[in-house]
């Protein structure tokens, strides 16, 4: 039996950082304004994996959608 190949699709956060640029917010005001933390947001720099929850707080935060945060390549 062959079973289904499929690739996993890498995570870019640079469409938050775009964002961020515009709207001129630091990671580090992102930190103070909520309850993440810093080395957490950092990890987004980075496109390292963090939870969806970190990503919901960040699109309520910024009044997003995670679609206008998250890029899939």
């Known amino acids: 039996m062959k079973l289904n ?3 996993i699709k890498k995570i870019s956060y640079s ?6 640029k ?8 992102i930190a ?5 933390s810093f080395p ?3 990890k987004l720099k980075h496109n390292k994996n963090v939870s969806l929850e970190t ?5 309520s935060y910024l009044n997003t ?3 206008e945060v998250v890029r899939f390549y």
């Open 32 to 36: 103070l304004d909520t309850d993440l």
């Open 55 to 59: 990503i919901k707080i960040i699109c």
């Open 65 to 67: 959608q995670i679609q």
């Open 22 to 29: 515009q709207r001129k917010i630091s990671l580090y005001r």
């Open 40 to 42: 957490t947001l950092l």
């Open 15 to 20: 469409p938050l950082f775009e964002i961020l």
């Open 5 to 7: 190949t499929f690739s």
